[in-house]
């Protein structure tokens, strides 16, 4: 069965940490890993993955992911009460994705 | 403006009843999706469209269904027969299967 893991389930941090979430995944027939910020109601669109060890950098957010190990981290540096969010992880095995629970992370001032 | 709308945001439904969802883009994606959100679980795939006149069911389809007429327009349809309908709804689009999904704001259906 496919599945996709995300932990920790909720983080809460002090503004300015940095903090690691963590995605893995055992998807059939693999094409890409995706990350999502949902704040409210939609998910906005973060990163989009395909090949091992190569960073996707987005100001304060960065993501890597590792096909051999089956998993994928999304950092956030410098944390600001902004990044107050669910994040997604989502895992495209053939014409359909997959989604994790998420990380509810919340930023304490 | 391009994007994705769905309406309406908050819906209410008596038992029994069918209910559509609408979803429009203006964004000419090719492909677009129906999830279904739960507290404490993942989006979960209930029916995808990558082009006009096809779709294909998802992980949980069974009580829904939907239509692909046009290519700006997926509308879905949570029949009677689905036994626990009262969640979030959230409709996306791609360019292609291959690329990232963007959302709509949702609609959260309520059956009392």
């Known amino acids: 069965e496919d599945k996709v893991v995300q932990s920790p389930l909720s983080l809460v941090v002090h503004e300015g940490d940095t903090v690691t979430l963590n995605c893995s995944y055992e998807v059939t027939n693999f094409r890409s890993l995706l990350w999502y910020k949902q704040e409210k109601k939609a998910p906005t669109f973060l990163f989009m993955l395909t090949s091992s060890g190569i960073e996707k950098k987005s100001g304060r957010l960065s993501s890597i992911l590792d096909k051999k190990e089956l998993f994928s981290i999304l950092n956030i540096t410098a944390t600001q009460t902004g990044d107050s969010a669910v994040y997604l992880c989502a895992v495209r095995g053939g014409n359909q994705f997959y989604f994790g629970t998420g990380t509810s992370l919340t930023v304490i001032p | 403006d391009g994007g994705i709308t769905q309406s309406p945001k908050y819906l209410f439904r008596k038992e029994g009843q069918n209910v559509t969802l609408s979803c429009e883009q203006n964004?000419?994606?090719?492909?677009m999706y129906w999830y279904r959100q739960d507290p404490g679980q993942g989006l979960r795939l209930i029916y995808y469209s990558q082009i006009v006149n096809d779709f294909q069911k998802g992980d949980i389809a069974e009580g829904y269904s939907v239509s692909r007429e046009k290519k700006e327009s997926f509308p879905l349809t949570v029949t009677s027969a689905q036994k626990n309908p009262t969640a979030f709804y959230l409709c996306?689009?791609?360019?292609?299967?291959?690329?990232?999904?963007?959302f709509g704001p949702g609609t959260r259906l309520t059956v009392l």
């Open positions: 964004l000419n994606h090719d492909a």
């Open positions: 996306a689009s791609s360019i292609t299967a291959y690329n990232e999904q963007f």
